[in-house]
């Protein structure tokens, strides 16, 4: 499979790092794909036109690493509990209040991306750790649902702040398990800070209804908190993630049992920490980490359990949905996306290229909101593609600690595997690669753009969630929207035209639950998020969010002595 053993890797990047020290000395810079961290990611050597990272970059780098494994050994000493029979402590579950391990004390392991070492060791949960979370859960509900909204407002605006004074560590913590680069997780806190405060602003009218009077009666809606709920979340950025979904959980007044995704669980075990810090009482906000097939799956089967937010693959979304039917569970799904950026030849072509590339590139290309479909009109298609191509090869992949990496290491040589065997399969079906055909070692890929695809290709109808690019010509906007409209997914849509009535038609044809014109992805906190088709179920954002945490009630109350039908008299 390919997969290039930790060790191995060691050797390589030690090996390239003296290769890109000499290149550096040397002072060249020459084509190809740039790199940063001392690593010479073309995998040949540093005279095959890499440029060279700077000194100062490589000692940043090496810093930001070193300070993230302190704050992982810092976070191990606050919730690590005891191995068995003598083990280093490992990351618990936060049960009721309390760091514990999993029953029978099983562990699995979590490393890093960028050379496979081995970071932590990880609770393993089991149906039994599942319970006990969520009785807890359960148990705690009564007192958080009655806490005034003031109250719980103080402790999610306290948990906000912890959040940005923990803002660099965060960061770096998430790049250590993730992979993904640190400018980009430099945001991480802020954007999680700032999803408590805007639900916590909320909290005052979550449970505001509605008056539809009759004569004889008065009949009033109001909300209230749907009871404990699952959160289960993937690994590409678990910790804004985890944010989005817990806090208008904890806003409605819901308790939380939250299974973080096996493959980067550190920094939701952060963020419950801090939680714990800033005063959510024991059992509102509880974590249990495992594998999907048993701590995930155990989850959505529990009878506490009233509902389950859910993000992640299409096809898990599916288990989860029968594994909570028979006990009936309310679910929300975000999941995958092939999402189409479109670009009609009179739109402002260089601000659709930054954007592009900024859609696809960014975050490793690991996104759902990721424009990994490229549709543009035939009569710029060729101008467009090969500047696309420049700018891909142009793009920075190196280490993630680094900050002026623009492209990181691919989570998990699992996932690494999947995205190259896209890369393998594309000229198989006719599509050229028109950027990105370098060999990166471990989980390093280039960026890559697929050129004269066809729609029906593997390529350009499954998510492959990672830096790859696949683009398709298309000669006017109905051939547009049939492409566009043609897949199984339908989470987001980027359209380009200076047509403002083809822009508004366009959109609403796109069979998609979000839609950018003009721009790339720029959330605006009360507004729908969500797909449709197999990209979800359900919006988040603002009152939606709240319509899922919460059961709508209509109180009749009757108004005078209408008539009751007598029977038996
Ligand atoms: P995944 O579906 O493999 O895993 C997500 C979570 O589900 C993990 O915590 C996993 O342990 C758990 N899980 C797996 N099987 C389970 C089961 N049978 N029962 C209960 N839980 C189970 O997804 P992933 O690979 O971690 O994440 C990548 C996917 O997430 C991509 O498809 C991406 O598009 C999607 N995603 C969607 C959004 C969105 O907002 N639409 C956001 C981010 C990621």
Not at 6 to 26: D, F, P
Request: one cysteine or more; glycine letters at 10%; hydrophobic letters at 45%.
């Amino acid at each position: 499979m390919g997969t290039i053993a930790a060790s191995t890797l060691h050797g390589y990047v030690r090996e390239n790092r003296n290769l890109k020290q000499r290149a550096s000395h040397a002072g060249r810079r020459t084509s190809g794909h740039r790199t940063q961290g001392g690593i010479d990611l073309n995998g040949t050597n540093a005279d095959s036109g890499v440029a060279a990272s700077s000194a100062s970059s490589g000692s940043a780098a090496a810093a930001n690493q070193a300070t993230a494994k302190q704050v992982l050994a810092d976070l191990l000493a606050q919730v690590g509990v005891p191995g068995v029979a003598g083990a280093a402590p490992h990351v618990g579950h936060l049960v009721n209040g309390a760091w514990r391990p999993a029953e029978g004390g099983a562990t699995f392991a979590t490393n890093a991306p960028t050379d496979g070492a081995h970071l932590a060791a990880v609770a393993s949960g089991s149906a039994a750790d599942v319970h006990a979370a969520a009785s807890a859960a359960a148990e705690a509900f009564g007192a958080w649902r009655k806490t005034s909204a003031k109250e719980r407002r103080q402790v999610l605006y306290r948990l906000a702040e912890l959040i940005e004074q923990n803002a660099e560590q965060i960061a770096l913590l998430e790049v250590l398990d993730t992979g993904q680069p640190l400018r980009f997780m430099r945001q991480a806190a802020a954007r999680g800070a700032e999803n408590f405060r805007f639900f916590a602003d909320r909290i005052e009218g979550a449970s505001d209804g509605q008056a539809l009077p009759t004569p004889d009666f008065l009949n009033y809606t109001r909300r209230q908190p749907i009871g404990p709920v699952a959160v289960i979340t993937p690994w590409n950025t678990p910790f804004m993630l985890s944010t989005w979904k817990i806090a208008p959980a904890l806003a409605a007044g819901c308790t939380v049992v939250h299974k973080p995704a096996e493959w980067s669980p550190l920094t939701a075990t952060l963020l419950a920490r801090l939680a714990l810090e800033a005063g959510v009482p024991a059992g509102v906000w509880n974590v249990v980490h495992g594998l999907g097939e048993s701590a995930g799956k155990a989850l959505t089967e529990h009878p506490a359990v009233r509902a389950v937010a859910f993000v992640g693959e299409s096809v898990t979304g599916s288990h989860i949905m029968a594994q909570g039917a028979p006990t009936l569970k309310r679910v929300h799904f975000e999941l995958g996306g092939k999402n189409p950026v479109v670009v009609f030849d009179d739109a402002d072509l260089e601000r659709a290229l930054d954007a592009a590339v900024f859609m696809i590139y960014s975050l490793n290309g690991e996104r759902c909101t990721s424009s990994s479909r490229l549709l543009v009109q035939r009569g710029v298609y060729e101008e467009f593609t090969r500047r696309l191509a420049e700018r891909a090869e142009r793009v920075v992949v190196g280490d993630p600690f680094d900050p002026a990496t623009e492209v990181g290491p691919l989570i998990h040589p699992v996932h690494a595997e999947k995205v190259r065997s896209y890369l393998a399969l594309a000229p198989q079906e006719g599509a050229r690669v028109a950027a990105g055909r370098h060999t990166l070692p471990g989980n390093y890929l280039a960026p890559t753009l697929l050129v004269d695809a066809t729609p029906s290709m593997r390529v350009a109808q499954e998510e492959i969630f990672g830096p790859v690019l696949t683009a398709l010509p298309f000669d006017d906007e109905a051939e547009a929207l049939a492409i566009a409209n043609g897949v199984r997914y339908g989470l987001a849509g980027y359209v380009w035209t200076n047509d403002v009535a083809r822009a508004h038609r366009f959109a609403q044809g796109l069979e998609v639950g979000m839609v950018w014109v003009n721009s790339h992805n720029v959330r605006h906190l009360p507004t729908p998020f969500g797909g449709m088709k197999a990209s979800g179920i359900g919006r988040d954002g603002g009152d939606y969010s709240f319509d899922f945490y919460m059961e709508t009630q209509n109180i009749a109350v009757a108004l005078g002595e209408h008539p009751i039908p007598r029977l038996g008299k």
